[in-house]
């Protein structure tokens, strides 16, 4: 059955908590406790790569009550359909999920499709995308849900032959009768929806039996990628009429319209259709999206103040650094290394800019968009749109890229605001421009290091932070909230969150990790891939390496020899054997080596690269291991990993974003110095460790610090000067774009 004819809307009349049979196909979701003890029989218990309470961890406490309401069909074509109650932004979550799916339901990958499942309140805080948890709580209701579907096809065949299921088994969706007898799927699937049916042996496979999960498989959608029939948000006529709406912004940061002082020019433009004052700026809905830029570029409106007008970025790293908190360790009377850091501003900038569909009614509304918080942002725009939630349908839409920008739901609220003003459909767009200065971004931030030593050992290490505050007034900050809010003790909010994604991995002594965030300087800020750590671990890292210089150690056989956990150790020797540490390189050449743990899960990198002018640096080999506990789909790992480099690479090396008076100078990608293809390493290979427990650990955050270490590490050693300013070559070398 084709993707458009699957009706979306008709899922939340099928809901169900424990299993669902709805002719014509069969619908069944995860019934917890049936034999799930035997699924985890396969790989002896083994130690974590980290004993921190970490936010999967919270995460999947949080999802508990709701975690069986997976939502899967057979369908009378005997393909599965999978509404995944997670996000697809390119991260390749709908092909692992879709390989859960396969490899418990006996069914070629190629037949389990996984759309994207609209905002279902039931859900609770269990439709959440973000940090790297999404495969470490559906791994098991998914197959759960799939060995309930396997098994009710097998109690079809079982009563339709007559015959004990014990003597049937299943391959490439059949049921197959130990005396050569076969039943497709397509012809059980609607004996299989009979509620009278009682079937047995609904558990997961082991370990041993998997024949999917584990082995490299091809994104399910990629064909759909690279020919251009993938539909995001935009490409959607889920409403005819809805047309082009472009919204002008303010020339400083949270600016907010007053009033257009040339209303009556632009209305008479050519396809101007309205234009309307909302709370973030002046919408235009036009004919097309051409006309609507032209009608913005005429556009005069006065704005009111930003929140940090006349603040540039010097400005706020002065202001960072006066309210860190003091060091406890007190300098000049032991052995210590000392360091700060600056790291600047960096936007999320995806590929595919915020945009939206939205149709607002008197009594109901409709919103397309991708968004990693959907049950949030139908809470928040019902409320302001003056309707009851149910009375705002909300569809998820697979986006282009999103590195934790779309767990917001700026672009979808300003559809909805612009649709309701206009009382007409439209189809809402961020331009590139828009996304770089008004959208998201990773705060800057402000780190201070002390690691003192005795005896030629590490006796303490500290580290300072202070950051601009990061939002998490989303879904993600509401569960953290609701769980944290009677434990936190004397931490505040933001030092909870920190606690739970950055540790340090090593032995060194008494350790204190402190977040300040002053309420005082308001950006537009998000979790950034990776949040607090790519920061932290990066800095860490740089002075593990002046540590182990001024003990007289080799980098990496220092951290060998004070990381905390042996399975990390594993994945840092794997890239310093295969990466060939050590090895003797050209002048202005080096190696550097970092790794991180988080997420139940480890990586090291190994990056080599060419800083003869140090201004133009190239990273031009890299070697990296990871540990995810239970691999899904090592192709997926390997793509994370490679991902996670290239964010380092930017991240460290070029890329940011200038705060002048108010707002980003950067406009494009040209602009932010995000890497590309040419400076991409063309030697990358990446080494996806056994599985070293059953279920699987977070991935998409996970590479990005280790990688910023290994960089900052390497262009140290080649260049033997410390950088402490990141990114570390950082020159205004564009013209701005005009701010109105």
């Known amino acids: 059955m084709a993707e458009e004819t699957r009706d979306q809307a008709g899922i939340g009349r099928r809901r169900l908590l424990t299993y669902l049979v709805a002719a014509p196909t069969l619908t069944v979701a995860a019934r917890w406790g049936l034999g799930a003890e035997a699924a985890h029989a396969a790989i002896p218990s083994s130690p974590r790569p980290s004993e921190l309470y970490d936010v999967g961890d919270l995460y999947k406490q949080a999802c508990e009550p709701t975690k069986n309401l997976v939502l899967l069909e057979v369908a009378q074509d005997g393909d599965a359909w999978l509404w995944l109650h997670r996000m697809e932004v390119g991260q390749g979550i709908t092909t692992a999920c879709a390989m859960l799916v396969a490899e418990e339901l006996d069914l070629p990958l190629s037949r389990v499709h996984v759309p994207m499942r609209d905002a279902d309140p039931a859900l609770l805080y269990n439709q959440l995308t973000g940090g790297s948890t999404a495969m470490r709580t559906v791994y098991d209701p998914i197959r759960q849900a799939a060995a309930e579907a396997r098994a009710r096809m097998v109690a079809a065949a079982a009563h339709q032959w007559d015959i004990a299921a014990e003597q049937?088994?299943?391959?490439?969706g059949m049921v197959v009768a130990d005396d050569g007898r076969t039943a497709t799927y397509a012809s059980l699937a609607v004996a299989a929806a009979d509620p009278g049916l009682s079937p047995t042996g609904v558990t997961p496979k082991s370990a041993a039996e998997f024949r999917v999960i584990g082995k490299p498989a091809g994104r399910i959608d990629a064909r759909k990628m690279v020919t251009g029939q993938l539909e995001y948000t935009l490409d959607l006529n889920v409403v005819p009429d809805a047309k082009p709406c472009l919204v002008h912004r303010p020339p400083t940061i949270q600016g907010r319209p007053l009033r257009v002082r040339n209303d009556a020019e632009?209305?008479?433009?050519?396809?101007?259709?309205?234009?309307?004052?909302?709370?973030?700026?002046?919408?235009?809905?036009?004919?097309?999206?051409?006309?609507?830029?032209?009608?913005k570029k005429v556009l005069r409106v006065d704005?009111?103040?930003?929140?940090?007008?006349?603040?540039?970025?010097?400005?706020?790293?002065?202001?960072?650094e006066a309210a860190t908190v003091p060091l406890a360790v007190p300098g000049g009377l032991l052995d210590t290394i000392d360091a700060e850091f600056r790291f600047a501003p960096v936007s999320h900038a995806p590929?595919?800019?915020?945009?939206?569909?939205?149709?607002?009614?008197?009594?109901?509304?409709?919103?397309?968009?991708?968004?990693?918080?959907?049950?949030?942002?139908?809470?928040?725009?019902?409320?302001?749109?003056?309707?009851?939630?149910?009375?705002?349908?909300?569809h998820v839409v697979q986006s282009g890229g999103a590195f934790g920008r779309r767990l917001f739901h700026d672009g979808a609220m300003e559809a909805a605001r612009a649709s309701k003003a206009f009382g007409k459909p439209v189809k809402l767009m961020w331009t590139r421009v828009d996304d770089m200065r008004h959208g998201r971004m990773r705060g800057p931030s402000f780190h201070r290091v002390r690691a003192t030593l005795a005896a030629g050992q590490v006796a303490s290490y500290e580290h300072r932070i202070t950051q601009t505050k990061t939002d998490f007034s989303h879904g993600l900050g509401e569960l953290i909230t609701a769980k944290l809010s009677a434990g936190a003790?004397?931490?505040?909010?933001?030092?909870?969150?920190?606690?739970?994604?950055?540790?340090?991995?090593?032995?060194?002594?008494?350790?204190?990790?402190?977040?300040?965030?002053?309420e005082d300087i308001i950006l537009n800020t998000a979790a950034w891939r990776s949040v607090y750590s790519a920061m932290v671990r990066g800095a860490e890292e740089l002075v593990v390496d002046q540590i182990a210089a001024r003990l007289g150690k080799d980098a990496y056989k220092f951290r060998r020899e004070y990381l905390k956990h042996?399975?990390?150790?594993?994945?840092?020797?794997?890239?310093?054997?295969?990466?060939?540490?050590?090895?003797?390189?050209?002048?202005?050449?080096?190696?550097?080596?970092?790794?991180?743990?988080?997420?139940?899960?480890?990586?090291?990198?190994?990056?080599?690269?060419?800083?003869?002018?140090?201004r133009r640096p190239r990273v031009y080999r890299a070697t990296i291991a990871a540990d995810v506990g239970r691999p899904i789909n090592p192709l997926g790992i390997e793509a994370q990993m490679i991902s996670g480099l290239t964010d380092g690479i930017s991240s460290t090396l070029r890329a940011g974003l200038h705060i002048r008076d108010g707002l980003p100078l950067e406009g494009s990608y040209s602009q932010s110095h995000f890497a590309r293809q040419k400076d991409s390493p063309r030697d990358v290979k990446v080494f996806v460790?056994?599985?070293?427990?059953?279920?699987?650990?977070?991935?998409?955050?996970?590479?990005?610090?280790?990688?910023?270490?290994?960089?900052?590490?390497?262009?140290?050693?080649?260049?033997?000067?410390?950088?402490?300013?990141?990114?570390?070559?950082?020159?205004?070398?564009?013209?701005?774009?005009?701010?109105?």
């Open 303 to 320: 704005w009111s103040a930003g929140t940090v007008d006349g603040l540039s970025n010097e400005d706020i790293f002065a202001k960072l």
């Open 168 to 172: 049937l088994s299943t391959r490439d």
């Open 489 to 518: 003790g004397n931490y505040t909010y933001a030092q909870s969150f920190f606690n739970m994604m950055v540790e340090c991995p090593y032995n060194f002594g008494v350790v204190t990790e402190v977040l300040h965030e002053p």
């Open 689 to 740: 460790m056994p599985p070293s427990r059953e279920e699987p650990g977070g991935v998409g955050e996970l590479p990005v610090p280790a990688a910023v270490g290994a960089i900052a590490c390497a262009y140290a050693r080649a260049t033997g000067t410390w950088p402490r300013h990141f990114p570390i070559n950082f020159e205004v070398d564009f013209d701005p774009f005009p701010t109105d």
């Open 566 to 614: 042996e399975n990390v150790r594993a994945v840092l020797d794997k890239v310093a054997l295969e990466g060939r540490w050590g090895r003797t390189m050209p002048r202005g050449h080096a190696q550097g080596i970092a790794l991180h743990v988080e997420h139940r899960s480890s990586c090291a990198f190994l990056v080599e690269i060419d800083a003869t002018d140090p």
């Open 266 to 295: 632009v209305r008479a433009m050519p396809g101007v259709i309205d234009i309307a004052v909302i709370k973030t700026g002046v919408a235009i809905l036009a004919e097309t999206f051409g006309q609507a830029w032209d009608a």
């Open 351 to 394: 590929l595919e800019t915020n945009s939206a569909i939205a149709d607002v009614r008197r009594d109901h509304a409709e919103i397309w968009s991708g968004l990693q918080t959907p049950i949030f942002a139908q809470q928040v725009i019902a409320e302001e749109l003056g309707l009851p939630q149910d009375a705002v349908k909300v």
